[in-house]
């Protein structure tokens, strides 16, 4: 229960202002608890903002880099591309003979001669079983199930919802309703899509001629260097390159694919500036200045200050939070070290370092071992040894205490990965609770700290006010005595 309060009555002193300012004085050590917890969020959210970064850069480079695909394009020149077009990541060429026939997908129509409205219903229970031909030119089998309460309209939607590979129509006007198979490619142990289940659903409603609901797909055929070559579809790989056959042809068309330098270019100089952009801010965050006499305001100190003063203070407060932080430092040097270095098992005398393809660290120390292009030679080596180039950068290995296979890409995303998972130890993620990293747990000893000294104050400032509260009383008491006896000594004369 809070002591009833006195405030100077009876010594003529301002205790409200005398108490403010001694508890002004005991609250120090409260305040510098609150600047620690400040300083804690902040390291905490820059270390986030850190690994977002990294985050970024590791998707950078699995999409450009990680997969040879990805990095080492091709151009492919067709002598008739409106006939058949080509891509591929390779280079070579490929002779096409003829294309005798393209793959095209089956379709069946069946002529109900009621012709029923789309709204109108079937009129009785079925379940259905389909065998559908899929893209792979396998058969799949689809169970439908019809209620006598559906309609042709319903019919019709359960079908196309099967993900079975088969598309139905129905046409009111014509009274047709047509069944297509998604895929093309013939069956060659029968029809693309076949009623299985005995039910003779279709025939019965829609006027099917059979359970072979659809049997005329077809495959592409074509010869390619004198052998005939038989697949289910129009767009398929072959020796290396993806075909798009768009029609027959009896004269040759002939493919020709060389690698893509200009995009590989782009792509290093691509990598290079995100690079240099991350080992800039790595650099900065490690080498901010540190104002020591900017601590993390009070919102006490905010309540004096303006806007425009507050940002400009906890810009100079926030300034060097990760100044030689070692986890950072570490980190920045694995990245680097990740970048330099053979990458084993690529043969002798061939491009499979950095260094040989162009790329160096800038020889300006200030830069923080940002990296350099020479891109002539960068382009030379593409142009020379395409294979080598990729494999410097894409290649899929492990390192042992021999040697080491990896790629470019996997040594630099390994890095960023360990990294990332040190930053997650020390400041956790946006889902983490403050007892799973390190910054969380000093958060919680502080402001268990906190918790703990306001309690004190607490305490303190009463503790004060019945000091006071005391001194007050017994001022009162006295002047009160001295009252009286001035009264008996003035009624005695």
Known sequence: MTPMRIGGLASGMDIDQIVGDLM???????????????RFEWQRDAFREINTKLNTF??????????????????VTSTNEDLISATTSGSGALTVNSVDQLASSSYG???????????STIGVDATVSLSVIQTDGSMKDVSLSFLSTDKVSDVVTKINNSNGGVTAFYD?????????AKASGNNTNGAEIIETGG????????????????????NAILTVNGATIERTSNSFSLAGFNLNLKGTTTTTVTLSAATDVENMVDKVKGFVEKYNELISGLNSQLKEKKYRDFPPLSDEQRKDMSEKEQELWDEKSKSGILKNDAILRNG??????????????LGDNIVDTFAEMGI??????????????????????IIENPDNVTKT??????????????????????????????????????????QQYSIGKNLITTEDSIRTFTNRLQDIESRYWRQFTAMEKAISQANQQSAFLMGQFGGGM
């Open 332 to 345: 920045l040097s694995e990245i680097r070290n990740s970048l330099y270095g053979r990458v084993d098992g």
């Open 109 to 119: 129509v069946g002529t109900n001669p009621l012709k029923p409205a789309a709204s």
């Open 393 to 434: 950068f894409s290649n899929s290995g492990e390192k042992t205490a021999i040697d080491d296979t990896r790629g470019i890409a996997q040594r630099l995303r390994d890095s960023l990965k360990d990294l990332t998972k040190n930053i997650e130890k020390k400041a956790g993620k946006s889902t983490s609770t403050d």
């Open 172 to 180: 009111e006007i014509s009274g047709q309703f047509s069944l297509s």
């Open 24 to 38: 002004k004085a005991e609250r120090i050590p409260l305040d510098k608890l609150f600047q620690n917890k400040k």
């Open 58 to 75: 590791d998707r950078f480079v699995f999409d450009n880099f990680s997969l040879s695909s990805n990095f080492r394009k091709s151009t």
């Open 199 to 218: 039910t003779n659903f279709f025939q019965t409603q829609f006027g099917f001629s059979s359970n072979d609901l659809a049997a005329n797909g077809t």
């Open 360 to 381: 160096t660290t800038s020889s300006n120390f200030t830069d923080g071992g940002q990296l350099v292009i020479d891109e002539s030679k960068l382009r030379k080596a």
